[in-house]
């Protein structure tokens, strides 16, 4: 990615936006969100919730939290949904899932609506609406029952960045797309705008992808906040 992207990056760390980094396997999410999280300020309380854990914060303030599948009897089972739960009781500043793949998608989108800005986590999808539509197939996966249209407006209300990465045909990982997520239009439709995009142009003679990163002009509507 340009400087340029890593600055807005920056800024939406230092203003607590929710951001989401998204991409297929081997696109590198866990290497950015790594990247990403080590731009949070030292004298924040972050809680990291993971699988297995991957990431490495050098911050002073860290709670690391890892999931236990059960034992041989049924038993001692501690899934991502109930970490999350014990995590908003220790009073975070910011929670980093290490990637969302389950019904705890839905504790998720309450921690980041309910004051828990600045929130990171990662997820499979390879555009940015794709990417909201994933987290919402994983909330509905929660036993909570909901209708669609509160889901959505959970999801659209909770995230506002998406860092789409991608893992290119010749190997290369680019930072695919920065967009930031709009309300949802009158229909109940998703709604993003790209604020940065990736262009492929052609191939070198190696088989090299070359191509380039331009902002899209859009000027995104944090920017105030941010100045």
């Known amino acids: 990615l340009t400087a340029e992207m ?12 929710n951001m989401v980094v998204s991409g297929g396997t081997g696109s590198g999410k866990t290497t950015l969100l790594n990247i990403i999280s080590s731009l949070i300020p030292n004298d924040e309380r972050i809680l990291t919730i993971e699988d297995s854990a991957e990431l490495q914060l050098n911050q002073e303030h860290l709670v690391a939290f890892e999931s236990r599948p059960a034992d041989k009897f049924g038993k001692g089972e501690i899934n991502m949904g109930d970490l999350l739960h014990s995590a908003l009781r220790l009073r975070p500043d910011r929670i980093v899932v290490g990637e969302v793949r389950g019904g705890e998608a839905f504790d998720l989108m309450q921690a980041m609506n309910t004051g828990h800005g600045g929130s990171l986590s990662t997820t499979h999808a390879n555009t940015p609406t794709d990417t909201l ?8 996966m929660s036993p909570i029952e909901l209708p669609m249209v509160a889901v959505r407006a959970q999801v659209a209300s909770a995230i506002n960045l998406i860092v789409c990465c991608e893992r290119l045909h010749d190997g290369a990982r680019k930072t695919s797309a920065i967009s930031e997520v709009l309300p949802l239009n009158d229909k109940g439709e998703y709604r993003t705008q790209d604020i940065f995009l990736f262009t492929p142009v052609c191939k070198d003679e190696d088989g090299h992808i070359i191509g380039y990163h331009a902002p899209t002009g859009i000027i995104p509507n944090f920017i105030g906040k941010a100045r």
Request: proline share 0%; glycine share 0%; aromatic share 0%.
């Open 6 to 17: 890593a600055r807005v990056i920056e800024a939406a760390i230092q203003i607590k936006l």
């Open 133 to 140: 539509r994933r987290l919402e197939s994983l909330c509905l």
